[in-house]
């Protein structure tokens, strides 16, 4: 198993930043490709940014590239977002999780989720 539990979460003013954190026990992290979803109130989970199993690529959303940046520390066995340029729209609970294969934009396809942490950007 692989836990997964995420912080760094909280309310900033728009324009402002936050780093999230993704700290994961259990199985060794870097077997694992990670990603960042999020789900805001009424709306359905989407992704933000993920991470090709094979080629090491990231991939962001159109609504954060540019301002989002996925990094890893393998060593330490943790997934950061960096988030910049916050806006009232990206208010919504961030999700890390981790997969083995499949598609990086389906969030069925990832076999660990973390408790989710939230993110509340004002105006």
């Known amino acids: 198993q692989v836990q997964l539990v995420e912080s760094g979460g909280g309310l900033v003013q728009a324009g402002g930043s936050l780093r999230l954190s993704c700290a994961a026990s259990?199985?060794?992290?870097?077997?694992?490709?990670p990603g960042w979803f999020r789900q805001a109130p009424g709306k359905e989970r989407e992704f933000v940014a993920v991470?090709?199993?094979?080629?090491?690529?990231?991939y962001y959303a159109d609504s954060v590239k540019g301002r989002f940046t996925l990094s890893r520390d393998n060593a330490k066995n943790t997934v950061y977002l960096q988030m910049n340029s916050l806006k009232p729209e990206d208010t919504a609970v961030y999700y890390c999780?981790?997969?083995?294969?499949?598609?990086?934009?389906?969030?069925?396809?990832?076999?660990?989720w973390g408790p989710g942490t939230q993110v509340t950007v004002s105006s």
């Open positions: 999780a981790v997969r083995k294969s499949g598609s990086a934009y389906n969030p069925t396809m990832y076999d660990y």
């Open positions: 259990g199985r060794t992290f870097s077997s694992y490709a």
């Open positions: 991470v090709s199993y094979s080629g090491g690529t990231t």
